[in-house]
Structure formats: C-alpha cells, structure tokens
C-alpha cells in the first residue's frame, strides 16, 4: 500500500482529486488536513467530509489554520461557487472533523513513517510551512511532495502572474519551496489545452452513470461556468485532480527536470509569482523538480479509472 497525506482547501476540484485517491485500492490516505483558501477552514472541512462520506471511506479529516501567514484571507467563490462546491445538493452529513490541529497531525504522520509518506498539497501551502517551521525534521522523512502550485515560466490564473494557490499565501510556498523537501511543482498550465475536459469528455464521464462521476461534474458546475465566461477556455479545467493523478501515477508527468524555484513575496505586480531557474543562470542549487509536460490522454484514464 502506498500511503499519502492529503492537504487540501476543499472546493470542487480538490473534491475529485481526493475521491480519485480514496477509491484507488493501492493508496491508504492516512488522514486529509485543511487549510483555507478557496473557501474557508469550516466549509473545507465540510466539503471534505462529504467526500469521504460519499467514498464509504474511513478517513480522519484535521482542521488547520484559517488563514495565511501574513497576507488577508482571499477566498475563490467566485470560481466555486458559495460553498465551494457549484451549489450541488449534498447529503446530511454523518461524519465529524478530528480534535487535533492540521499541523500537528502532518508533523506526527510524516514523522510515523519515515520514507513512507507521499505528501500532496492541493492548496495554499499554509499548514505546511508552519509543519516544517515547528519540525524541519519532516524535509528530510517525507518521500515526497506533489505540489499543485505555480506555473513553471508561463501565466498565473489569478493574476497574469501567478497561480491562485501559491499567490494566496506566497510567503507559506516561499518557506516549503526551500525547506529541502523532495517537491515536484505541477503548475496549473498542465489542466489547459488537451486536459481540459471538453463537451464529449463530460458526456463519457456522465454516461459512466455512478455517484462518483456525478459528484465530480456536479460540483464543478460552477467552475465549468469560470472557465468558460472567466477565463475564456473551451472546457472544465482540473489542476487539483491534474497533481493527484501524477502523485498517483508518475508516467502521467512526460517530462520533469530539477531546477531552482524561488517565489516572489515583495512585488504586488508579481506577488506569488514561480520563478523558475531554468537554464541556471542563477548558479543556485536546484530545490524543486519541475513537471514540464503531461500526457493528456493518460490523465484523463487515470481519472476515468476512478469515477467507473
């Protein structure tokens, strides 16, 4: 079994990436902690909780902290929906959060299983950095770290910059970006272009007729609605369910190679902006793989796979 840790900002695709993990029968989620940004702690948690529910799982969900490290709280409803998740009619729900705090339970899993831990961050990196600050000796125990955040040398989605995630609390991403852990960066720019779920691909998913491929169009109804009137796409764009399918199955990531990455946390013009180091003109020693390329098609069958 491999074992993951799940850091999420519930909204609606957060929701997806975390089924795709739940219903994969070699991944034991040892727990899923919540950290605000989309939406807040409180409905993160929520949309969390439902989540597991409708996977018939048992999986501790830890509340984290609410908002970021220095910045004001900048929630995406706008993309989401109010509840983070298109308005859809969810089930009473049965399941309750856990007492201990996010950030203690990261420390505690990572440090439980040393090299056993794959890490996937699917928010700001809030609850994160403030894991490493109390223990930096988790950099070096977790086996890895899928990051979706940033855009590697391309443009933001939040600001012609920068990507929602890491500019929501750039100063969280700057710290786990150079706290020696082993990352990889997959940025938002990997859920565009032939990975976006197009007309025909949402009629396959609707057509597999199960709850998990309703719930995953049903809360990204609203999403779907900002990609195409916002941002001006030609389908529903998935980054969180984009990282979980590479965490999950690295052949879905074509291309990757290591680089220095810093973040920016002094321009507003550039606030949470990735710089990538590419061809080292810094002389700085790399911290972070970067993924360049994925193979939309093998994405998309790694998501099918789980909503069948």
């Not at 705090?101 to 899993?109: C, E, G, K, L, S």
Request: aromatic share 6%; with cysteine.
């Amino acid at each position: 079994m491999r074992r993951f840790l799940i850091d999420t900002d519930t909204a609606s695709d957060d929701a997806v990436a975390i089924l795709m993990a739940l219903r994969t029968p070699d991944i034991q989620v040892e727990a899923i902690t919540i950290v605000a940004g989309n939406v807040s702690v409180k409905e993160a948690t929520r949309n969390a909780l439902h989540t597991v529910q409708l996977c018939g799982a048992e999986v501790p969900v830890y509340p984290g902290v609410d908002r970021p490290l220095v910045r004001e709280s900048s929630r995406a409803y706008f993309f989401h929906g109010e509840d983070g998740m298109g308005g859809m009619s969810l089930p009473p729900l049965r399941l309750v959060p856990e007492e201990e705090h996010a950030v203690d339970r990261i420390i505690r899993t990572i440090r439980g299983a040393p090299g056993e831990i794959t890490l996937v961050t699917l928010g700001p990196l809030t609850n994160v950095a403030l894991a490493v600050r109390k223990a930096p000796d988790i950099s070096s125990l977790v086996r890895e770290v899928y990051v979706m955040g940033g855009a590697a040398n391309t443009v933001g989605n939040v600001t012609p910059a920068a990507e929602y995630n890491i500019w929501c609390d750039p100063e969280a991403a700057e710290i786990v970006f150079h706290s020696g852990m082993p990352i990889m960066m997959v940025g938002w720019e990997h859920c565009l272009g032939e990975a976006l779920l197009e007309d025909a691909d949402r009629e396959q998913v609707r057509a597999f007729g199960t709850p998990y491929a309703d719930f995953t169009l049903d809360s990204n109804s609203h999403a779907l609605k900002a990609c195409l009137e916002w941002l001006g796409l030609t389908g529903l764009s998935l980054p969180d369910p984009v990282t979980m399918a590479i965490a999950m199955d690295r052949s879905v990531c074509t291309r990757s190679s290591r680089h220095y990455v810093d973040v920016e946390v002094h321009s507003e013009l550039t606030r949470g902006m990735t710089v990538v180091d590419e061809y080292g003109v810094t002389n700085k020693e790399a911290n972070v793989e970067v993924c360049w390329e994925i193979d939309p098609a093998r994405w998309k069958e790694v998501l099918y796979g789980t909503l069948r």
